[in-house]
């Protein structure tokens, strides 16, 4: 028999106003370099996103984030939406090691949702590469992309428990305007018989 629990996951949405934004430098460590979208680049968006969210809250929150072809499918939608913004989606390579050794390792992408906002989406650092500003540096150029495009306010959503990620958020001037409750249906087989 088959148990269906649900859950109510807690989520800030947060909003960056571009008219006050003064855009501070990018700064990348040593070995990283940002690379611009690409239609040939789903496939490694896909791979960096769920290296990054398969063990993560946000994996739960929403499935296809714990699957490669679940990240793959979700880049491919996200690709052919109207209000898709190539000049806001980055990968962040690792090339440190030598070229034959370079290494996607963050991905960011944004989609227009109102003709006066858009939406920063699934940012992903893989676990390694971490806490060397490379997230940073992602949004920022994400930012930056959008400030070309006149973009009056950039929106994200994040899970509550994800203290790091917000930090960050706030650090780079995001506030929060909405809680939101995402459902989460959790399913579980019981004992047969
Ligand atoms: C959230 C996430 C994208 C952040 O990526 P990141 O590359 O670690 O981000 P940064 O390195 O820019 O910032 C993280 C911390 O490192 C610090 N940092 C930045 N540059 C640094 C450097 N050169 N040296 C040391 N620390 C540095 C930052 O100050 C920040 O510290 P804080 O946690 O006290 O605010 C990453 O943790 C991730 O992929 N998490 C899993 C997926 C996820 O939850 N995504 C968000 C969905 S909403």
Redesign the pocket.
Known sequence: MTFVNYQYIKRYRMELNMRRWRRPAIEL?IGYRLVAWDSSLVSAHAEVKHA??RD???AMVFPCLGEYDGCHRLMSEIETKEGFMPEATWLAEYVGAGPSKAEYC?TIQAVRIQPTRASIQ????TPF?????????LILAALLGLQHLAVPIVR????AE?E??I??YR?LGFREVRTIYKTVELAYSGPSG
């Open positions: 460590p990054s969210f993560e809250i946000d963050g699934n940012i992903g650092v590469h971490r806490g060397r500003g490379i997230g940073s540096a994200l959503e994040v899970t994800n790091g990620a930090r960050l650090r």
